[in-house]
């Protein structure tokens, strides 16, 4: 009867031991060999894509670099982050892939999970100290812009500081990278939280500075200025023909606003729904070849940041040698790439305000 009870036992704890203990090869592909030939295309057309539009955008930067504005440097670093994702990162996972199973071991595991945690975590604090500069430029006129040049250096000292702490810490003790359910690939340790109320409170530590706070700023952000680009096309309506052609602009912000907190939400909330419920749910209820499609997914969104950013700004100063000078020529109602009009009842004064992606 003992030797029954013991048996229940450890078969009660193997329910919560997490699966790259359960296994004899935890970096064995569990998928067959088709899903991973796709998978390892796919991830090769986001790479060279993701790859070529970055580095567009930084050797065209590079040509104008001390006339950088400071939401431009911002969007420079975006793209430095959104590249190391796929130079670092990309590589390991296509070729485990191809191989049909993660071939660089535990070492190999532990820093490919950290490069793109770190880069994940720049790319999406960079992206919230962009909108929260847009914001205060747009909806807080007194504030004007607190993002000057040196600023931006700062704060993008402080945005790599934050990275390198919040992918650091697993090293720590407090936390690991592990490889995902499906063997080839590996990510931070979202199994912790199963074995310990340790882990439980530092996965909830990451979830809420890496994912919540940020993902909150940003929809903050962007709703308040669709919601000042509404009301100002509305004040603005009346005016003359040369306020009203600023409103083809207006709705090109709103739908830039709108793409890019999409395409965020898109790309990273389905890979946080699934980690989450792999931290404090039932993580073994998740099928292995669905939980393969989230991280397929937010492998993505390095892609498609140059197109929302450059190719559909098609007035981006950034990446055409010469635009800046082209667009001091115009108008001033074109002097900047976006732009929103602000009114004031009391005053014909119109107020015109830069919005630079």
């Not at 796919?42 to 539009?53: A, E, K, R």
């Not at 709703?223 to 409103?247: G, L, M, P």
Request: charged letters at 15%; proline letters at 4%.
């Amino acid at each position: 009867m003992s030797g029954m009870a013991s048996n229940l036992n450890t078969s009660s704890q193997n329910v919560y031991l997490p699966h790259y203990h359960q296994e004899e090869d935890p970096f064995a592909s569990k998928l067959s060999w088709e899903a991973d030939l796709v998978a390892g295309f796919y991830l090769t057309v986001i790479g060279v894509l993701s790859t070529l539009g970055n580095g567009y955008v930084l050797y065209m930067s590079s040509k104008r670099k001390k006339k950088l504005r400071p939401a431009e440097i911002m969007t420079v670093n975006l793209a430095v982050c959104d590249l190391g994702i796929s130079v670092v990162g990309k590589p390991f996972s296509i070729i485990s892939f191809f191989c049909h199973r993660w071939i660089f071991g535990w070492s190999g595991c532990r820093w490919y999970g950290w490069a793109g945690f770190f880069f994940g975590i720049g790319s999406l604090i960079t992206m919230t100290a962009v909108s929260l500069d847009r914001y205060l430029k747009i909806c807080h006129l007194s504030y004007g812009s607190w993002l000057k040049r040196h600023h931006a250096f700062i704060c993008l000292a402080i945005i790599w500081a934050y990275a390198i702490f919040w992918a650091t810490v697993p090293f720590t003790g407090l936390g690991n990278y592990a490889p995902e359910p499906f063997g080839t690939s590996c990510t931070l340790d979202w199994w912790l939280a199963q074995a310990s109320v340790a882990g439980q409170v530092f996965i909830l530590n990451i979830i809420f500075f890496c994912l919540l706070l940020p993902t909150a700023v940003i929809v903050f952000s962007y709703v308040k200025i669709i919601a000042k680009v509404k009301s100002s096309t509305k004040e603005v309506a009346h005016y003359d023909s040369r306020i009203q052609n600023s409103h083809v602009l207006e709705m090109k912000l709103t739908k830039v606003a709108m793409l890019i907190c999409a395409g965020f939400l898109i790309a990273w909330i389905p890979y946080a729904v699934v980690s989450v419920w792999s931290a404090f749910g039932k993580p073994n209820s998740v099928p292995i070849h669905i939980s393969v499609i989230p991280t397929l997914l937010a492998k993505s969104a390095a892609m498609y940041n140059p197109i929302i950013y450059q190719v559909i700004d098609c007035k981006s100063a950034c990446c055409r040698p010469g635009g800046l000078k082209s667009l001091q020529k115009k108008s001033s109602l074109k002097k900047s790439r976006l732009y929103t009009i602000s009114t004031d009842r009391k005053s014909d004064a119109m107020n015109e305000m830069h919005l630079e992606v």
